[in-house]
């Protein structure tokens, strides 16, 4: 069906400061219309979305989709089902695949594997380096020009400072935009909980905020160097938090998101060796965690996301140490989000700005917005819904969560896809 | 993930031993005197006890060790027990069955305890999780995380020797950060009542924030930090802290660190000198002190098989009564 009504649900449309009671319209796949439909329309079908949020879909700034080389722990079309099921239309995947997004046809093909499968639009990262090995520069205009929405070393360290600078230029030739991770490895020293009261308690090698944020005060100076565009992925430390919101104060064209479990957890949930709290970043501390909600609610950090990473069973049958690090956040990103607008910590246009408009425009893709004439990439969901995180119902072939068992509350409902529902409820 | 203490059952009979942290001081109390009726055992002219007759118990060692694990094969030979001793080594492991496959294969051989020591810590927990519910998980040293057996055997010792726990000052010296040792000795010290649990280090080996989460008051100084102790506790000095650039040399360290009579003339007349071993001699003990009257270091080592035939013989006890529970069901 090319055209669909959606009526009678609270319209939240963050960027166009758009937050109403509201009917809106779709035709060939594209938003006609907020409020009255044209003269003359006549809708194929439609949604009655009362009592329901209506908003543009989800924009997750870092899902990995294991494909391709490592489809044991999921797929593109396993991994963009459960996205639509969250509500998430658009995902960014990082360049870690097996082999590595380091040349065009990489990137294609990963982009038409995920048209085929249709569940989600999937934008790759490009590797900076090649092989994301840190010496040499990949062939960043070409992955440009093959779709990819910026560069990024993953969580590989670059092997100096010098190829780090002439990688920020390099890329800033073509402005594209740079993701880092920040941590210095020599820091960081192989630990895989936060250096703090829990890891000296439970003897496990710990990872100090200051491998996060000696990172960030050295990158910083560097883009500033440069000049290039940059967004932090996955800040985990207050103060990290504070350089990036005082560099881009500063003038500095510099962004950052933060994991919804950031922003939920602390390294007091790794007690008693939880394995399902084995993340990289770690989960830092209580004030670490309330301090990257603050710096949420004042544009300090301007994103959301899930930092899916889905694992088969075996990555976690291990001592915690020896255990993959990751979970699987597609399906828990929008009800944590509206865990933080229960918490009080943002309003609800203002979460789901950092879960569309925002995202979107860090990764500079026409999305997160209800525009007439874009994309009817659209979630429907029920703020009031009651449900429980269970490994059996995830659409995920990834099924770790440390909310497992949580009661949560909110679910998309609807998700829609250029006009296309892939995602409803079942009969 | 299920949060409730694993290590007891409902009704607060040990299950695993896998850590002090969380067992409360009527528990540790009961282990120090089954340990002290088992001292007598152990004195006897036939030292063997009927207990465990017809038990399989399985050292199953991740980690080389030669005390630990012959001190743990005489308490369940004491015990009656059969057991069998399996010795992975690292590279090993990694390139064969996982962890839990092993496991599961000894379960098969209807084994009945686990005693284990593995590098990576939390692993005693994680096998206690996943074992069957009539086996008993005894943890030997995991990573830098416990060694509650140790600690209990350090107890017993000092119980042996002062009576009381709670007017002593204790301090414990040298690389607190990465020993399994001293974690397990300062829980336990808490858990009895000592007065002051002091903890003697350059910040390399103790770092300001993991002294503050462990309880210990935190000296830099040796004279300063044994002052008026009545017991002292030294810790072996691993020799990669020197390569990890965490000590500039053994002569530096022992010259600040290493205890001799000397410096030991800070603590109380009565002070008691242990160590867990393997002793470096010239490191972090002048054989002086190491062989002196005030060292209980050998003592150790004997009370070690009485203080791991209680905590074997308690925590089989229970799981005896859920075997045959399971059984009959």
């Excluded at chain 1, 879960?355 to 209800?370: C, E, F, H, N, S």
């Excluded at chain 2, 160590?275 to 003990?285: A, C, D, M, Q, Y």
Aim: glycine share 8%.
């Amino acid at each position: 069906m090319s055209r669909i009504s959606i009526r009678g649900g609270r319209l939240i449309d963050p960027a166009n400061g758009i937050d109403e009671i509201s009917d809106l319209h779709l035709a060939d796949g594209r938003v006609l219309s907020v409020g009255q439909a044209p003269e003359g329309f006549s809708p194929e079908e439609t949604i009655d979305a009362g009592g329901f949020v209506v908003c543009p879909g989800f924009v997750d700034l870092r899902a990995k989709l294991r494909e391709p080389g490592q489809e044991h722990k999921g797929t593109i079309t396993s991994e963009t089902r459960a996205a639509a099921a969250g509500g998430i239309t658009t995902l960014c995947c990082p360049p870690d695949t097996k082999p590595v997004i380091d040349t065009p046809a990489v990137a294609r093909m990963i982009q038409e594997r995920a048209a085929a499968s249709g569940s989600a639009r999937v934008v790759p990262l490009g590797a900076l380096t090649r092989g994301l090995e840190g010496q040499q520069l990949s062939e960043m205009a070409a992955l440009l020009e093959a779709g990819c929405c910026g560069v990024s070393n993953d969580r590989r360290p670059m092997s100096n400072l010098q190829v780090m600078r002439r990688a920020l230029e390099y890329a800033a030739s073509f402005e594209l935009t740079v993701f880092i991770h920040p941590e210095v490895p020599e820091l960081a020293n192989g630990g895989c909980a936060h250096e703090g009261a829990v890891a000296s308690r439970l003897g496990l090698p710990g990872v100090p905020a200051a491998a996060e944020t000696v990172a960030i005060a050295g990158l910083l100076e560097l883009i500033a160097l440069v000049g290039v565009r940059a967004h932090f992925c996955l800040v985990s430390t207050a103060r990290g938090a504070q350089l990036i919101a005082r560099a881009r104060h500063d003038g500095l064209q510099v962004t950052a998101d933060v994991s919804a479990h950031h922003l939920h957890l602390s390294e007091y949930d790794v007690l008693d060796f939880d394995d399902r709290c084995h993340l990289q970043p770690p989960l830092r501390t209580m004030r670490d965690r309330d301090s990257l909600r603050q710096w949420l609610a004042q544009d300090g950090i301007e994103a959301i996301c899930s930092d899916h990473q889905p694992h088969e069973a075996d990555a976690k049958l291990a001592p915690f140490p020896s255990t993959a690090s990751g979970l699987s956040g597609l399906e828990t990103l929008l009800p944590l989000s509206l865990r933080l607008v229960d918490e009080g910590v943002l309003s609800l246009p203002d979460m789901i700005a950092r879960l569309t408009d925002r995202p979107a425009r860090i990764l500079g893709v026409d999305a997160g917005r209800l525009d007439p004439g874009m994309s009817a990439d659209i979630c429907i969901f029920d703020p009031e819904a009651m449900w429980t995180l269970a490994a059996n119902s995830m659409i995920s072939m990834g099924h770790h969560s440390p909310f497992m068992g949580w009661e949560m509350k909110g679910k998309a409902v609807y998700t829609l896809l250029g006009g296309r529902v892939v995602h409803e409820p079942a009969i | 993930m299920d949060r409730a203490n694993i290590q007891v059952d409902s009704a607060g009979s040990l299950r695993h031993f896998l850590t002090i942290e969380g067992l409360k001081r009527a528990l540790l109390v009961e282990l120090l005197d089954t340990a002290e009726s088992f001292a007598e055992v152990t004195e006897r002219e036939v030292k063997k006890v009927p207990l465990l007759r017809g038990k399989t118990i399985v050292n199953l060692f991740f980690e080389s060790s030669t005390r630990t694990r012959t001190t743990f094969e005489l308490a369940a030979k004491r015990l009656s027990a059969d057991v069998i001793n399996i010795n992975v080594p690292a590279s090993a492991a990694t390139k064969g069955e996982s962890l839990l496959d092993t496991l599961h294969n000894l379960e098969a051989m209807h084994c009945d305890m686990f005693v284990i020591r593995h590098p990576d810590s939390g692993a005693a927990h994680f096998i206690a999780r996943h074992a069957a519910p009539h086996v008993s998980i005894i943890n030997a040293g995991d990573g830098r995380h416990a060694h509650p057996t140790q600690a209990m055997l350090d107890m017993f010792t000092i119980r042996r020797h002062k009576k009381t726990f709670q007017q002593l000052i204790v301090a414990i010296v040298g690389d607190v950060l990465h020993s399994r040792v001293a974690r397990s000795q300062i829980h336990a010290l808490s858990t009895l009542g000592v007065q002051e649990i002091r903890a003697i280090a350059p910040r390399t080996l103790l770092p300001v924030e993991a002294a503050s989460a462990l309880g210990v008051h935190v000296y830099h100084d040796m004279h300063e930090g044994l002052r008026d102790v009545d017991v002292v506790i030294m810790l072996r000095l691993q020799y990669e802290r020197m390569q990890g650039g965490m000590l500039p040399s053994e002569h530096e360290y022992y010259r600040l660190y290493g205890l001799t009579e000397d410096k030991l003339r800070h603590a109380r007349d009565d002070v008691m000198v242990m160590h867990p071993g393997p002793i470096n001699r010239g490191v972090e003990i002048d054989s002086a002190v190491a062989d002196g009257p005030r060292s209980v270091i050998l003592q150790q080592v004997s009370h070690g098989t009485a203080v791991r035939m209680a905590v074997m013989s308690r925590a089989m006890q229970r799981s005896t009564v859920t075997g045959s529970v399971r059984e009959s069901s």
